[in-house]
């Protein structure tokens, strides 16, 4: 009915509209299908788009409407499915809204220009999305969420916009290898595809681009390979961006040639060599080469801003030369390609003291033994080899070395053995002295082939073990007779032959019986399975360091009802034996339930019970047949399952390894096929971000001070135990508001343990690829990818900022002074006036509550230092907070305070007289607790100051 009302009112309309009808018609659609059209100050019928006065945000030519533009309006809702009529339409600016939904299609739009549709929330692009946009020149659909579960790739019909210049795909579920198409089109010179899921290599096409700007970094999962020497041949590159992959292979020597380039970010791969001269030669504005595989002697650059740490190199100044027989290895190491597996080991200046893999040293630290053989090492040998004068044997069989052996091999004066059967080496071979042994066997180019030296009379050294002589063309190959100085021959004594055949035996006897053992082993674990399975699975969690009483806690949860319950043991670790005859123990601490359960108690994992979405699934509220309210998270599978595995190990190594009021516990987990469940405690409050951004859509109340500042100092304490009060140092790296989850009293716990890293011992940092929330992100470790636990402090003085201001830590809608929060606030927190305005609203500060105020905000300010050795530790900020949330103020009432106790009578009389008098009140001294030693605490006073449980 509503339609046809809308064809009558544009036919009543058309005699005195400018406007063609089927464009008023889709505007009208658009109205109306938002959830807050009043933003768009749109008539609400009757005035004509094309006006005149024409309709905010839309532009006509004639009687068409040609553009739209609603940037950062805050306009929610989604577009009509018929939005590709608009066939006039050349300009459309849709970017920083809340749309979500379906993206329609616009095929057939063969004259739009311009599509702005960045930072919105559409969820789904049509396949048919592209085709016709013959004369596209600018397309941005950042930071949209299409297809979040399966993701989605360029489209071929995307070839035909030969007028595209500028391409901005980031942040938006882009997966699989880059069409070659790309690298073709003629008047691209911008390629933005950062953070989204690309793989593969950078096709070969793009040698011959024109692209200006190329970005294709942070692609998750693992990222793209392979080498980057078509980057050498874009000869119009100013600004290059492929950090956070895993591409190899060595940095082309030729980049040089880019004379454009301004900036190279090549930060976190697995690039390996030498820094090319003309690379160091250039003047760049920006040159980040860190974490890689880098070889070599660090050049002196001309580029002012260079970094390159967390490489290999052989000395860390600038401008020095490695050592002679690391420069003669690393050359060896260079003609056969710089194998990622010997690159990764082959660091520093010494050989010998490092123990370089595959190298043998002498007495006198000098390399005596190259030994590699069956390293799949491909490429050739170099001359250089010939420059160790300390080598002995050379052995590198069964890899696939082409080439011929260098002439100057010969020149090794202590050579004895050179192996390089089984490869790909072609003549001529060198003549070798005389007791040097040649074992040559395996390149079919040498077949035929002998060494021209004459033969020794001596007798020939024992044979080496190697595989049987190849067969050629025309039947079995004679082996020749063994000569010193010449090639290793194959022949084989009848008796050699029957040991070999008795140990072919020998091996085949061994194998049948371990195979019955195994057998055997395996019928008795399904023979004693069968016996103890039961329908309830136990599980000894670690102690809880605040636990007051010293007992373990032991969950059982029957894997059939989903019942859960908690029983308690002595502190010596020892239960009733009778409830783990039938029940199974985890060795990670952590309980294994089943899938069906969680099906079961989350009614199947229904929409009503989703409690939240993260970068790692989505959480759903479940109830046990006990009422007890559990949180279960379920991985995304699909083409992120080995990222969702990965994150779903590291969050149960974690939690098993880490117990603390204020970390959210985990109570059971489930691997069967490709699901991977995590059940937690349930924090019925939930996420801390929900009451600061959000408790007006969701009718709450708003955080008071006291609030805020408890809060505060819960997480404080709970980061406090992860970084320095566990058995392991760990670092979050992902602490947010929206990880920071409340209980029915609003005491805080911390979530989200995806993204935590263990610090190895005695490392002040830990090299690691790029995780995290941007807005919450150090400096050193957005930029360098390096983390240490003053990352974590970064990110607590965030919240600590979110906590003071009510606002978002990265709020695109705002302006472009307080867009970024960290940095908007420091420069603020220093006037009182503009602390006071930037506050939340809510707060309803005053000059009382303002101290407290003013002293959080430059502990925020601290913790969000540019330098990470100018952040406090987490145990300096919980002193802080301490002081203020858990002020202790003596009693100043004289009647009270004395309680009747002579105040003359000495402290060890008084404390006796105080405890009997409080036994005869409750029948029990408070002085005993279950340990019957530690007295009970006055009620207010900090209980931060039991050290055992890190606060």
């Given amino acids: 009915m509503e339609f046809y009302m809308v064809v009558v009112l ?46 905010p945000h839309v532009f006509c030519s004639g009687n068409r409407v040609t553009q739209i533009q609603i940037k950062d309006l805050g306009v929610k809702g989604p577009l009509p499915q018929n939005f590709n009529q608009l066939t006039k339409l050349y300009n459309l600016g849709l970017q920083r809204n809340n749309f979500y939904g379906k993206l329609p299609s616009f095929s057939g739009l063969s004259e739009l220009e311009y599509v702005y549709l960045d930072y919105n929330g559409f969820d789904t692009i049509p396949s048919d999305f592209f085709d016709g946009l013959t004369s596209l020149r600018v397309l941005a659909l950042d930071s949209n969420p299409f297809n979040q579960s399966t993701g989605w790739s360029i489209p071929d019909s995307l070839a035909k916009s030969v007028q595209l210049t500028n391409l901005s795909l980031m942040h938006c579920n882009l997966l699989g290898p880059l069409p070659d198409f790309l690298g073709k089109l003629p008047s691209l010179t911008a390629l933005k595809l950062s953070y989204n899921r690309l793989s593969g290599e950078i096709p070969a096409s793009f040698g011959q681009s024109l692209l200006q700007i190329l970005w294709l970094n942070d692609q998750d999962g693992e990222g793209m390979t392979g080498p980057i020497d078509v980057v050498a041949k874009m000869v119009s590159l100013s600004q290059l961006w492929l950090h956070g992959n895993d591409f190899t292979g060595t940095i082309p020597e030729d980049i040089g040639a880019l004379s454009s380039l301004r900036e190279l970010n090549l930060n976190g791969n697995q690039l390996v060599g030498l820094i090319p001269q003309s690379l160091a030669s250039m003047q760049l504005d920006k040159l980040d ?107 590198l069989g069964g890899n696939s070395i082409n080439g011929a052996i260098p002439k100057n091999f010969t020149e090794l004066k202590s ?34 082939v002998h060494n021209r030296s004459s033969p020794s009379p001596s007798p020939s050294p024992p044979m080496i073990s190697q595989p049987p002589p190849r067969n050629s063309s025309s039947g079995s190959r004679r082996p020749s007779p063994p000569r010193t100085g010449s090639v290793e021959v194959r022949s084989q004594p009848k ?15 061994a194998a049948v019986l371990v195979l019955i053992l195994v057998l055997l082993f395996i019928y008795c674990c399904k023979k004693r399975k069968g016996t103890l399975e039961a329908p309830s699975s136990i599980v000894v969690h670690p102690r809880d360091p605040s636990d007051p009483e010293n007992i373990v806690k032991i969950a059982v949860l029957s894997n059939t009802t989903g019942s859960l319950s908690t029983k308690t043991a002595a502190s010596s670790g020892s239960y009733n ?105 349930y924090l019925p409050q939930g996420a801390l971000s929900k009451h600061l951004f959000h408790w007006k859509s969701q009718e709450l109340e708003p955080l008071t001070w006291t609030q805020r500042l408890i809060i505060a100092l819960d997480v404080a304490r709970g980061m406090e135990y992860l970084h320095s009060l566990a058995l392991q140092t760990f670092i979050h790296r992902d602490l947010k508001s929206s990880n920071i989850l409340l209980d029915d009293d609003f005491r805080a716990k911390v979530s989200d343990f995806g993204l935590v890293k263990l610090a190895p011992d005695g490392k002040k940092s830990v090299a690691t690829r790029l995780a995290g929330t941007f807005g919450y992100l150090a400096p050193e470790y957005a930029v360098m990818g390096k983390i240490t636990t003053k990352a974590d402090v970064f990110s607590y003085g965030v919240v600590l900022m979110e906590l003071l201001t ?18 908007w606030f420091c420069r603020i927190k220093s006037s009182k006036e503009r602390l006071m305005a930037a506050l939340d609203p809510t707060l309803e500060a005053n000059e009382e509550t303002f101290k407290s105020i003013s002293i959080i905000a430059e502990l925020a300010g601290h913790c969000t230092a540019r330098e990470p050795y100018h952040r406090p530790d987490m145990c300096h900020v919980v002193n802080v907070l301490a002081q203020i949330v858990e002020k202790w103020i003596p009693i100043n009432d004289e009647s009270v305070s004395s309680s009747g106790i002579d105040l003359n009578v000495p402290l060890a009389q008084m404390l006796k007289n105080w ?37």
Avoid at 38 to 43: G, H, R, S, T, Y
Wanted: net charge negative.
């Fill in 10 to 55: 544009c036919l009543m309309t058309v005699a005195n509209s400018a406007t063609d009808p089927n464009d008023w018609k889709i505007l009208y659609d658009f109205k109306n299908g938002l959830d807050n059209p009043e933003l768009l100050k749109w008539p609400l019928h009757g005035d004509d788009p094309c006006g005149p006065p024409s309709w």
């Fill in 289 to 395: 080469l860190n974490n890689n595989l880098l070889m070599g002697p660090i050049p002196e650059f001309k580029s002012g801003n260079v970094s390159y740490e967390s490489n290999s190199f052989c000395l860390s100044k600038p401008g020095v030369a490695c050592a002679s027989d690391v420069n003669i290895l690393l050359d060896f190491l260079g003609g056969l390609g710089y194998p990622f597996k010997l690159a990764s080991h082959w660091s520093g200046n010494d050989p010998c003291k490092a123990s370089w893999l595959g190298l043998s040293c002498d007495s006198n630290s000098k390399v005596s033994i190259i030994n590699l053989p069956r390293f799949n090492l491909s490429g050739t040998l170099t001359p250089s080899i010939a420059n160790l004068d300390s080598l002995i044997e050379i052995r």
């Fill in 415 to 448: 050579l004895r053995l050179l192996d390089v059967t089984n490869n790909n080496i072609g003549p001529p071979l060198p003549e070798f002295r005389d007791g040097v042994r040649l074992v040559i066997d395996g390149n079919p180019l040498l077949d035929g």
């Fill in 495 to 509: 008796s050699s032959r029957t040991l070999k055949l008795l140990i072919i035996v020998g091996i085949a006897v």
């Fill in 577 to 681: 034996s009778g409830a783990t005859e039938s029940s199974n123990v985890v060795e990670s601490g952590n309980l294994v339930i089943s899938v069906q359960v969680l099906r079961k108690v989350t009614g199947n994992f229904a929409p009503q019970n989703e409690l939240g979405r993260g970068g790692f699934g989505t959480v759903y509220k479940g109830e046990l047949e006990d009422g007890t309210k559990i949180a279960v998270k379920r991985m995304e599978t699909g083409v992120s399952a080995s990222k969702g595995l990965d994150e779903f190990q590291a969050e149960i190594g974690v939690l098993s390894k880490v117990r603390h009021r204020h970390l959210v516990s985990l109570l059971a987990y489930s691997i069967e096929g490709t699901e991977r469940l995590l059940v937690y405690e």
């Fill in 806 to 823: 009510g606002l978002t830590a990265l709020g695109e809608e705002r302006s472009e002074e307080t867009r970024y929060l960290a940095e």
């Fill in 915 to 951: 405890q009997n008098a409080e036994s005869r009140k409750t029948g029990h001294s408070c002085l005993e607790d279950s340990k019957g030693s530690i007295p009970a605490r006055p009620a207010g006073f900090a209980e931060s100051f039991n050290s055992s449980d890190g606060r």
